[in-house]
């Protein structure tokens, strides 16, 4: 074997664990069915344990860092308020991994009662509840055409990109957590808007002669399925999006960047930067009509310091200005333009599946060895909300 065949091939391997701790779920892989049990359980194990950590660094440390506006959600966490970080870290990730425990127990159940093998249930339950997306099969959850599994997953994926907070909250009886927290409702909005526009697209407009769906409740499974897959950045796949008209394919594309919310294990910018945005954005136009008004942005009956605005308008500068880089970098390597911006959202977003020749049906495997290697970073930088990463090359990080 020679030094390049050796180097390719550990890029393939560094490319598929950052993909699974990182919960991204995009592969190299082809036949995926061929590999051994062992090697299955693990990819999917990875996700999982990934998973675990970034419930714990959403919910506890990055507000307490005030990483990209998270400051906001400190008073959320579960646990002893307390100045000092560590004890009360420790105490949150207790409260946090059991309440993760017990919805992967209920989930991996509930996919046996639909036919699941316990292997298959339980690779893709840490396929969800992580919202990584690695699957035992070829065609991911396509495989099993099953509505009642396509159900489950859905539902498993919409709790998985909540807050986990709030699930902490509700298991203790505060149920009505969920509809006093903003951003959970606007991230009800955003799948509600989604899935209807997307069902009501498949069904009216035709793709190559075709209308992709010939029935309401056909179309609508699939949308739903999809959206919440994409939104919550799991990357499951029972349909090829790719073949859907392109306002359903643009939908999609917006969902990827939007991501689930903060404190879940979903990637991408975050549901309530973009709902800040929005806020900030009414407030401006208001300003524009009443020059000396007082409008202060508001969020679960809170004022949003300006410093909060500024680390979040910060985080979208950061979070765009890389992806452009990256889409024209991956270009350079070898990638159509399609392909290439598919790819560098896919990862950033810790999403999986992109558009073009790295699309639902495709993987990573052409890509060139130093795009692997790119893309595996931005897997990194998504998932630690890029200004974790990126503070590691500050020199003044580094004098302390």
């Known amino acids: 074997m020679d030094g390049r065949s050796l180097w390719t091939k550990f890029s393939f391997c560094y490319f598929e664990s950052m993909a699974g701790f990182s919960t991204t779920g995009a592969t190299v892989l082809t036949e995926i069915e061929h590999l051994s049990h062992a090697m299955l359980f693990w990819r999917s194990l990875s996700h999982w ?3 675990m950590g970034i419930v714990v660094l959403a919910v506890a440390i990055l507000p307490m860092l005030g990483i990209g506006g998270m400051q906001l959600f400190r008073a959320e966490a579960p646990g002893p308020q307390t100045d000092r970080l560590t004890p009360r870290i420790a105490q949150t990730a207790k409260l946090l991994w059991g309440v993760y425990l017990l919805l992967s127990l209920l989930e991996t159940v509930l996919l046996m009662f639909g036919g699941m093998s316990l292997f298959d249930a339980l690779c893709h339950t840490f396929g969800t509840m992580a919202t990584g997306g690695f699957s035992t099969k070829n065609l991911s959850i396509g495989h099993y055409n099953s509505v009642y599994i396509d159900m489950v997953i859905s539902c498993f994926m919409f709790l998985a990109g909540t807050n986990f907070a709030l699930h902490y ?3 203790r009886g505060d149920v009505k ?3 006093q927290d903003a951003e959970f409702k606007f991230y009800c909005i955003v799948i509600a808007v989604s899935i209807t526009l997307i069902s009501w697209n498949t069904i009216r407009f035709q793709v190559d002669g075709d209308i992709p ?4 409740w056909t179309s609508l499974r699939y949308a739903t399925f ?10 499951y796949g029972t349909a090829d999006f790719e073949q859907w008209p392109a306002l359903s394919q643009f939908i999609l594309v917006i969902l990827m960047f939007y991501g689930g919310c903060a404190g879940s294990t979903g990637g991408g910018i975050k549901q309530v930067r973009f709902l800040l945005l929005i806020k900030q954005s009414g407030a401006e136009i208001k300003r524009l009509i009443f020059p000396h008004a007082v409008l202060p942005i508001r969020v679960n ?7 909060v605005m500024t680390n979040v308008l910060g985080f979208f500068f950061f979070f765009i200005g890389i992806f452009a880089i990256v889409t024209c970098l991956m270009a350079t390597l070898g990638l159509d333009l399609i392909s290439a911006a598919g790819a560098t959202i896919a ?5 999986g599946p992109g558009l073009g020749s790295v699309g639902p ?3 990573y495997a052409h890509i060139h060895t130093a795009g692997k290697f790119v893309l595996s970073f931005c897997m990194l930088l998504g998932r630690l909300e890029l200004y974790t990463v990126l503070i590691l090359f500050s020199p003044n990080f580094w004098k302390r």
């Open 49 to 51: 344990l990934g998973g």
């Open 169 to 171: 909250r509700a298991l």
């Open 177 to 179: 957590a969920y509809f």
């Open 213 to 216: 769906y010939d029935s309401m």
């Open 226 to 235: 999809q959206v919440m897959s994409i939104i919550t950045t799991t990357g």
């Open 301 to 307: 009956d809170r004022v949003v310091p300006p410093e």
């Open 347 to 351: 990862t950033m977003g810790n999403i």
């Open 361 to 363: 049906t495709d993987n």
